[in-house]
């Protein structure tokens, strides 16, 4: 399998995989699993743990949006995003949103470098949606085009039921180079996570790497229930913040909308 056959027909690729039984079973909650703390904000419910440990324990949700380590050795807070960590970290996840999301959408981030392996893992009729992020002239760089691809698979639905078209293009500008207070090293844009979240049939999402909360924020903004899991406790810290301040945004805008104007209670 070649990296340009993957990358160009990942539909070709599918129909060579080796049927091979993966080297895993499905976990059951363990009795020695760590502690897992849950925090509630308005429709989010969000937990600090491992997600493998949370989330055979979850009620079913309609889909999932998220953006899991790639193995590419990126350097998180506290994760080993180490490549011989990928394969098992993939063999557990797909079987396990699949079933939380009972067959529903899921959207999933992935890195090119690992497209001679989505074949291995992803349901054969995948597709993939472009996430492009246009850079902005910086540090002596000239302005240029990037994407992510990220995965689909549902069930129910094909691509185009749940978007209505299959890329989005978001403009970094202006670029400060990921700099701000967040402490999640390279975070999606909340504008191109809205879009999934705000387009997608899915009434609940599930992110289990939720890292800074984006997706989170995405929900609250598109009027989804969110369901989140993340084990660093520094970036669990910030998403509730995050969450918090969206939430609280939300309510004050609904409360705005809903209240009457003096001047309708004037001319009564």
């Known amino acids: 399998m070649t990296y340009a056959l993957a990358s160009i027909n990942p539909f070709l690729a599918a129909r060579s ?17 760590k502690p897992v703390r849950k925090v509630l904000i308005g429709p989010a419910t969000l937990y600090n743990g491992d997600c493998f440990d949370v989330m055979p324990r979850l009620e079913p949700v309609e889909g999932v949006v998220t953006d899991p380590p790639y193995g590419i050795g990126f350097k998180y807070r506290s994760y080993d995003d180490a490549p011989e960590r990928y394969d098992i970290l993939m063999w557990k996840l797909v079987p396990l949103l699949t079933r939380l999301s009972d067959g529903g959408p899921c959207f999933v981030w992935q890195s090119p470098l690992k497209a001679d392996k989505w074949h291995k893992y992803f349901p054969e009729d995948y597709r993939i949606l472009a996430g492009c992020k246009l850079y902005p002239k910086r540090d002596g760089k000239q302005p240029c085009l990037s994407w992510d691809p990220i995965i689909f698979w549902s069930r129910k639905s094909r691509l185009w039921n749940e ?19 967040n402490p999640v090293p390279c975070p999606r844009p909340l504008a191109q996570v809205e879009f999934i979240c705000r387009e997608i049939t899915a009434k609940s999402v599930l992110d289990p790497f939720m890292g800074s909360g984006t997706t989170g924020v995405a929900c609250i903004n598109s009027g ?7 084990q660093d406790p ?33 001319n009564r």
């Open 224 to 230: 989804k229930h969110f369901v989140g899991i993340e």
């Open 163 to 181: 978007v209505p078209r299959d890329w989005h293009l978001v403009d970094l500008a202006p670029y400060d180079g990921y700099q701000g207070d």
């Open 17 to 33: 995989r080796r049927l091979v039984s993966p080297p895993w079973t499905e976990p059951k909650p363990a009795a020695h699993a």
């Open 234 to 266: 520094v970036y669990f810290e910030y998403a509730c913040e995050r969450i918090r301040k969206a939430w609280a945004a939300a309510s004050s805008l609904a409360c705005t909308t809903r209240r009457p104007s003096s001047r309708s209670n004037i």
